[in-house]
């Protein structure tokens, strides 16, 4: 009824799918045509119908393969794409999709050059010539993603031909991210094995501790390139000092130290732990000693448990470190800890035997002279190789302990330009005992040791600008009889082992002047 409906309306009706089961080789799939005809005065239809059974089968099986390579494009591991000749997308597969962070209907319509690093654009335009020529070549790139980070990935592309023309182009892309990271962990590994045996040889041939530290800042930086160094304690335990191996630093500003209550670096020695941060704007107290810097690691150089330094490491991206860096840094910190405290027992031993032979070889000389003044100057001539010093002096007290006089003044501190008071009034003059950190050593029987000598209430300013003063008693039958001072313009100059070689050569000094009486 619908079919004469129609035939009645439109007087012809082509292209009706009819399938036919009951027939020869059936079922046979037909295409028919109907057409109202008068014939002898009477309204007729004309129908005539086409076998189509084999073009069926082939547009079903055209359609399966159609199906199939869409499925396998679309889920494929590698990225697909199709331009035109605008070098616009037209087909876009999700693994390529996904690598740029995006759903596929966001990149149709764009290009490539969307997508493609600033540094990289001229060799996409380079390729996109080759297509256009019609060769095809396989090269490396680096795309954007989403959130901005880069995405390295090898393109091979091909030139797409319609019609015998060239209209675009195909490329498969693949993501190279997990190859990179792999061969940049291998090249690290090789990096770090590399340092870790420089640092061991460093430690284990290295004669001096500059030598030492030096080396290792040499190492490490192979690895951290942009700025790295380490740090280290002064006697005193609170100033913290650059060391001048430092790399990528200006640290000019900062030899004479900053105290560790200062600074990432002070913090991790104060607390004596590993400090890291991803964002040194975040830190108070931080301290800038190269521009640009965001992030910092700090690892406390321990020596048995006691911190006498750190290993610092700095960079220009936010969060460069982890806790790998960490562990590896622990490592060179340990090793060089090691290395420093064999190295500073051996220059101990060293210099305890150089100066137990010193004492042996001033009591057999001091005891070769029983006049007074010569005895003060051999005194002069041994502290020479002992200690360090701008001012030395010897000074004995009269039997009465009432005045005081210099027997000895070294020669390196007899510029007058470098006292307060005239030189020719010091030596071998008298002067009442009373003030000044000599006078109280003699008359308390006791050392003094200083750093600061400027605010001590004891002190009295005869040389100019010392800063650091050692002052040991003579001391013979059972009184003071004088005393030995080293002075200096250099803070903090003197420690206990000083103060203990110069205690024992005033002994045997105190002796030597006490028979010359």
């Not at 790139?141 to 592309?157: A, F, N, R």
């Amino acid at each position: 009824d619908t079919l004469i409906a129609k035939l009645k309306e439109q007087g012809t009706v082509k292209g009706v799918e009819i399938r036919y089961s009951n027939v020869p080789e059936g079922p046979r799939d037909t295409l028919g045509f109907y057409e109202l005809i008068e014939l002898g005065g009477e309204i007729c239809l004309l129908a005539m119908f086409y076998d189509v059974t084999e073009q069926k089968k082939a547009q079903k099986a055209l359609q399966a393969e159609r199906d199939f390579a869409l499925q396998v494009l679309n889920n494929m591991g590698q990225g697909l794409i199709v331009v035109d000749k605008n070098s616009r997308f037209e087909y876009v597969n999700p693994a390529y999709a996904s690598m740029l962070g995006h759903a596929v209907e966001e990149l149709l319509g764009k290009t490539p050059t969307d997508f493609t690093t600033a540094s990289k654009q001229p060799l996409l335009l380079e390729e996109r010539n080759r297509r256009l020529q019609g060769i095809a070549s396989t090269y490396e790139t680096t795309l954007i993603h989403k959130d901005s980070h880069e995405v390295p990935v090898v393109i091979t592309g091909v030139p797409r031909q319609q019609s015998g023309e060239i209209n675009g182009a195909i490329a498969v892309i693949t993501d190279l991210t997990v190859q990179k990271q792999t061969e940049q962990a291998l090249e690290r590994q090789v990096k770090e094995l590399t340092a870790l045996h420089a640092v061991a040889t460093a430690e284990a041939e290295s004669l001096s501790e500059d030598e030492i530290i030096t080396k290792v800042t040499l190492a490490i930086s192979q690895i951290y390139s942009e700025v790295c160094g380490i740090l280290l304690l002064d006697a005193t335990g609170r100033l913290l000092t650059p060391h001048p191996s430092y790399h990528g630093a200006d640290i000019s500003n900062w030899q004479n130290g900053y105290p560790i209550t200062e600074g990432i670096t002070g913090k991790a020695v104060a607390t004596g732990k590993i400090i890291r941060t991803g964002d040194v704007t975040k830190e108070s107290g931080y301290i800038e000693i190269a521009t640009k810097v965001i992030s910092e690691l700090c690892v406390p150089i321990r020596v048995n448990e006691r911190v006498i330094g750190v290993v610092n490491v700095e960079s220009k991206s936010a969060d460069a470190f982890t806790e790998h860096d960490e562990g590896f840094l622990t490592t060179i910190a340990s090793g060089l800890g090691t290395a420093l405290e064999k190295l500073r027992l051996f220059n101990e031993e060293q210099r305890r035997a150089k100066e137990l032979n010193t004492l042996y070889l001033a009591t057999k000389s001091l005891t070769q002279s029983l006049e007074p003044t010569t005895i003060a100057e051999k005194l002069i001539a041994i502290i020479n190789g002992l200690l360090d010093y701008d001012s030395a002096s010897i000074h004995v007290v009269d039997d009465e302990g009432k005045f005081l006089t210099a027997l000895a003044i070294s020669r390196k501190s007899q510029d007058p330009n470098h006292y307060s008071i005239a030189v020719e009034k010091l030596i071998y003059k008298q002067r009442p005992l009373g003030i000044g950190i000599i006078d109280w050593v003699i008359q308390n029987e006791r050392s003094v040791r200083t750093g600061d000598a400027a605010n001590d209430t004891r002190y009295l300013e005869v040389v100019k600008g010392v800063q650091s003063e050692l002052c040991v008693p003579l001391i013979a039958r059972g009184r003071a009889i004088g005393a030995i001072n080293v002075e200096t313009v250099v803070p903090n100059a003197y420690s206990e082992a000083d103060e203990n070689i110069l205690s024992a050569l005033a002994n045997s000094a105190a002796i030597a002047l006490e028979n010359a009486k």
